[in-house]
């Protein structure tokens, strides 16, 4: 928590960019002196213009739906931790390469199919017919999860040439690389 003392003419980005939340907040408490604490969202952080008081950034829960929702509970959100450098001459190649990992993402690792990513594959599966059983069964081999939904909407952009230009290209794969991922979970 630290004290700030707000410009009565300050907007919402000039607050923001002078006091920088931390990753991951949506919200802000906000107490001045012995008075209840405000909670509101970041979006509405210019309301705070010509206080003076303790600002602190995080996430809410909230009790019931809609415009009646009431906080829960004010979770504050720290700095992370700065990250120890270690210069890479000073590892053997071998530990590097151990250590390499798959690009991360907010809900996993990238999986691609022969070098291609998950929707362009899906939208060459489709442009070859198969169907959504077993599309999903290949994802599933290659450890990509795809709703079924967003699988579905894939394979048929494959199968509507006029979706290409707006949606993507299908992924030029091959006959022969269909026939194999569809070899590999034949049941």
């Not at 996430?59 to 004010?74: I, L, N, P, Q, S």
């Not at 390499?100 to 993402?105: L, Q, R």
């Not at 060459?124 to 699988?151: N, Y």
Request: charge should be positive; hydrophobic fraction near 40%; proline fraction near 6%.
């Amino acid at each position: 928590m630290n004290t700030v003392s707000i410009p009565a003419n300050a907007t919402a980005k000039a607050i923001i960019a002078s006091n920088k939340p931390p990753r991951g907040a949506t919200h802000f408490r906000y107490t001045e002196g012995r008075r209840k604490p405000v909670i509101d969202k970041l979006a509405n952080i210019d309301t705070l213009a010509g206080c003076t008081g303790k600002l602190e950034f995080g996430k809410v829960t909230f009790e019931g739906r809609g415009r009646h929702a009431k906080v829960k509970e004010f979770i504050p959100v720290a700095e992370p931790a700065s990250k120890v450098t270690i210069l890479e001459a000073n590892r053997p190649p071998e530990v590097i390469a151990d250590e390499a990992e798959p690009a991360k993402t907010a809900t996993g690792r990238k999986n691609k199919i022969h070098g291609f990513s998950a929707c362009a594959v899906a939208k060459a599966l489709g442009k070859a017919g198969v169907k959504w059983e077993e599309a999903d069964r290949i994802f599933h081999a290659h450890g990509i999860e795809m709703p079924k939904a967003s699988l579905s909407v894939q394979l048929g952009f494959g199968r509507n040439q006029a979706t290409w230009e707006k949606r993507g290209e299908p992924a030029p794969l091959t006959d022969e690389q269909i026939a194999d991922l569809r070899k590999e979970v034949a049941a």
